[in-house]
């Protein structure tokens, strides 16, 4: 599988932003796809993951705020993002694994895309 991601850029606090991230391969729709994040020193931190059968999962500090969606027909994954504050400035990275099971590790994910900058300002 092949990652790209799209979508990042500069916003002000209280804005919106969707990510998406293009998917190659024909068995995207087995794939659990996420989506992380990371700041300049910092660890990559897990913001969202979607399962085959739409479960969902993600870090309190964007619940309510960011939804994470996919379209199987179109091998697209999004993270739509409300709300946006300062400290959700970062480079967020989309990711795929080929199992059902729901993870917010990054070492789970075998699959990275490139990355897309989401610039916050206060």
């Known amino acids: 599988v092949q990652l790209q991601a799209s979508g990042g850029g500069l916003v002000q606090a209280g804005g919106s932003l969707r990510l998406s991230c293009a998917a190659s391969?024909?068995?995207?729709?087995?794939?659990?796809m996420a989506w992380f994040r990371q700041t300049p020193g910092k660890e990559r931190e897990f913001v969202a993951a979607i399962n085959n059968g739409g479960s969902t999962i993600y870090v309190d500090s964007v619940k309510g705020r960011f939804t994470i969606s996919r379209d199987n027909a179109k091998n697209m994954v999004y993270l739509q993002m409300h709300s946006l504050k300062f400290e959700d400035t970062a480079v967020y990275f989309c990711a795929a694994r080929s199992t059902d099971v729901l993870g917010i590790r990054s070492t789970g994910y075998g699959y990275w895309g490139q990355g897309t900058q989401v610039t916050v300002s206060s």
């Open positions: 391969g024909r068995t995207f729709g087995s794939y659990t």
